[in-house]
């Protein structure tokens, strides 16, 4: 099974010796940095083109082994110099274009030939990933989980003065699922009344907040959450590993579905109303907007969601850097994503919240993972 990965690529190019006086050869150098799973032999397609020309395409085979980065050379020649030359990189897998992003240049302007950027991973095109994503149904509470593939990310925000959220530092996973829904009110019903587990809140009270069964939960303590996860089998997610799943494969972006905070409304259900955002004094049914790059929902808003580790406004100071499982004691325990009342700040994807791991509040719920640690 391949899982997406995340192709880091810096571009370079330079205009080498004219062949004539208005053409030029380039030369790119792709970097390549795989962080994932997926291994194989893939083709990098790079063409060319412009108003004032035609297209020149250029594809070389490339053998992606995980953990070595490595860098491939497109060398193309006879380019027409110009301006507005759009530059386009794909990376296919048979015939099929697994990912891809474009690029304009001026090639009249030295000062323009040398860029870089980050090549954006497998995850974000969604009719690729839907095809890629390992989806199963844990047995035990017939939640729907998704595989959330191996690799490292820049945990924490040092965009606008986010203090808890800093330092940004590295972060390496081992692969894991996760539920792609929060835990219903349904689902925890289940586990009740099934395990006997004395849970001290009335479904009336959790009505109030979730009036249905494919709400998510409400009104459960760290505690309730964890025997919930133990019931089932499965655990809480780390704090790191819920944040490297939220940003769905996105790198260095704000919030689940990228950095801009004005599609809120069609990713999450948190203060106020509007598009897609239909609920105002209550959560919204789990899976009542659009999924991130992996499949998961509601990872901004409705319930903020329980992770295992225990809080410490410092622990990003010295985390380590594999498999981070948070401080060895606390008071607190953190929430992460922001709740149905919260502002679009509490959405961003490194937000870090805490609570006092027996109290029950209307805004906490969870979802649970399954993998080592
Ligand atoms: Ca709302
Ligand atoms: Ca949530």
Redesign the pocket.
Known sequence: MKNLTIFLILLLVMVGCQTQPDDVSIQIPIMMAPSSTLEGNYQIKVSISGADMGTITETVPVSVVIGQAQTQMVTISAVPVGQNRKIKIQILEGDQVVGQQTKTVDLQDQSSNSFSFQFKPFGQQEEVASSKKKKITWEKDGKEMVLIPAGSFEMGDHLDDMSKAVPVHTVTLDTFYMDTH?VTVGQFREFVNQSGYSYGVTWNDVAKYSPGDDY?MVYVSWNDATAYAEWAGKRLPTEAEWEYAARGGLIGQRYPWGDDEKLARDYANYEGTGGKDKWDKTTAPVGSFEANGYGLY????????WCQDWYDSDYYTNSPVSNPIGPDNGSWKVCR??TWTAFTDHLRLASRTFTDPILRYGLN?FRCVSGSN
């Open positions: 929060e998510p509601d990872m901004a808003g409705n319930v903020v969601e994503g922001g719920g």
